[in-house]
């Protein structure tokens, strides 16, 4: 099992470690709850140096990049965030990625878990263009600072608010006169940033942090409240919600995927088809709530009207709504064929009544807009 | 977690631990088993009156990320289930001999069952 830099600080501060992705992660240092509450009132600061970052440079960079990704690249601007998938030619996902354009070169951010895919898929589609991919990932590590007191905790850092890059957006910056990445993104639905630094120089940007943010009440967070942080803002997770079974659309991403964008790219034909309403749905991922008192993990089946149609993709409690949550993925086909008609716009779907299968027994759960908590981005 | 654990416990190498009460017996989960789920956040418990034999799962418990069973240490019939976990289950984070207890068992077995658990200490040094 792989290792992050910051291993021996983990284990120092308490750490419960678990495997995630091959690495050995933090899953939580005191209280899963805690850390939670703490991201969302104060900050939290994570370990996320398992993620991967690929650099794609060169003439045809772009032309590369238009061939993989159902977003429109060419109108990216400078310094800017985006979040896209990795589709192959049936739709369905290699990935998710957030892509930034730098100076001369895009930035790529991939999961831990499928790095291997993605570079391996890359290469696959570089044909003879001229690009150059450079996956970096052993050498950089990447810490994420997230809630509300995020800004105050870099500016005590040296940078200040006026310099921070804005939502969805990078710099090429110093920190305590380290080279880093400064990123106002994350993966808990509050504002905050990701650093993106050199392995040497991780430990200390961590510690000193750390130490900086006791007045902002800055807690380590691992990878437990992670997980019920992005569920409350309804981010899909690679692998659980969405995975190469699902296409965009089906998960509910096709607000990121632009109708007019006109080179082709992988699936292409099946996307657009579906964002169009040409090609019907076979599936899709609703949000829930549950009605009985009942927490629904991944796996657990879905039934509506007495027909099993699908499974709970994430499910956990919601520690700021003191509700059970989750996603769940419905299928449209065979005996549930009519559910495409009856759960295909938010108005017709939002309210309608499931039963969830927990340990045997059936529980009432109900589907709501997403997200579940409010996202506070600054933008 | 700072408070002793009860005098004369036994418990089982399932992480569960029994109380002789005279009438009853008190059943709860070790502090072991509690720090390895972390935050406690839903308790099933079984029926007043229901039945188990020794070493049959009884009671889930939820911590944020996942679902454990919990296994009776000793045969006997529920006769009282500790309500208030129901709203609070983080009760057994808190206090888990004493506000933390499960269920209360009528046990006609319980001779026999407990030959195979463990004292408190050799519990911890069986686990650690």
């Keep these: 099992m792989k290792k992050t830099f910051l291993y021996d600080e983990h284990i120092a501060l308490g750490a419960k470690m678990v495997e995630f992705g091959g690495w050995e992660m933090p899953v939580q240092y005191k209280s899963i709850l805690d850390e939670h509450k703490n991201v969302r009132e104060n900050v939290g600061i994570f370990d996320v140096s398992h993620m991967g970052q690929v650099f794609v440079s060169g003439d045809e960079a772009l032309n590369f990049l238009q061939k993989i990704v159902p977003q429109d690249v060419s109108k990216f601007s400078l310094n800017h965030a985006h979040y896209c998938q990795l589709p192959y030619s049936n739709g369905t996902l290699v990935d998710d990625l957030i892509i930034y354009k730098l100076e001369n070169k895009y930035l790529i951010i991939v999961n831990a878990s499928r790095r291997e895919a993605d570079v391996d898929w890359f290469k696959m589609n570089l044909g003879d263009m001229d690009a150059k991919i450079e996956d970096k990932s052993d050498e950089f590590s990447m810490i994420a600072l997230q809630g509300p007191k995020a800004l105050e905790v870099i500016e005590k850092a040296g940078i200040k608010k006026e310099n921070q890059p804005k939502f969805f957006t990078i710099s090429e910056t110093k920190l305590f006169d380290f080279d880093i990445y400064l990123c106002r993104t994350g993966y808990t639905g509050e504002d905050g940033f990701e650093i993106i630094c050199k392995n040497s120089d991780v430990v200390e940007i961590w510690k000193k942090l750390l130490e900086l943010g006791k007045e902002f009440s800055i807690t380590p967070v691992g990878l437990g409240a992670r997980d019920t942080l992005r569920l409350e803002a309804a981010l899909c997770l690679y692998g659980s919600d969405i995975s190469e079974e699902t296409t965009p659309i089906e998960a509910g991403l096709g607000w990121s995927i632009p109708k007019d964008k006109k080179e082709d790219y992988n699936g292409k034909k099946v996307i657009l088809g579906q964002k169009n309403g040409e090609i019907p749905l076979t599936k899709k991922l609703f949000a829930f709530e549950m009605l009985d008192k009942a927490i629904a993990r991944h796996g657990a089946k879905v039934f509506i009207d007495g027909r099993e149609c699908g499974c709970v993709t994430s499910g956990s409690i919601s520690p700021t709504l003191g509700k059970n949550i989750g996603l769940c993925l419905i299928s449209f086909v065979g005996e549930c064929e009519d559910l495409e008609t009856s759960l295909n716009t938010n108005e017709k779907s939002i309210g309608t009544v499931i039963q969830i299968m927990v340990r045997n027994k059936l529980y009432n759960a109900k589907i709501v807009k997403k997200p579940f908590v409010e996202k506070k981005y600054v933008k | ?128």
């Design chain 2, 1 to 128: 977690m700072s408070i002793q654990q009860p005098e004369g416990i036994l418990c089982s190498k399932s992480h569960e631990w029994v109380l002789d009460e005279g009438d009853t017996y008190k059943i709860g989960l070790t502090d072991y088993a509690v720090e390895q789920l972390g935050d406690i956040v839903f308790v099933e418990l079984p029926e007043v009156d229901s039945e188990f034999a020794k070493g049959e799962v009884f009671a889930t418990i939820e911590s944020v990320k996942a679902a454990s069973e919990i296994y009776m240490p000793i045969g006997g019939k529920i006769v009282e289930v500790n309500e208030e976990l129901i709203n609070s289950p983080e009760l057994i984070n808190e206090n888990v001999w004493e506000k933390g207890w499960l269920v209360k068992v009528q046990s006609d077995t319980f001779a026999q069952d407990s030959l195979g658990l463990l004292e408190y200490e050799d519990y911890k040094e069986e686990v650690a």
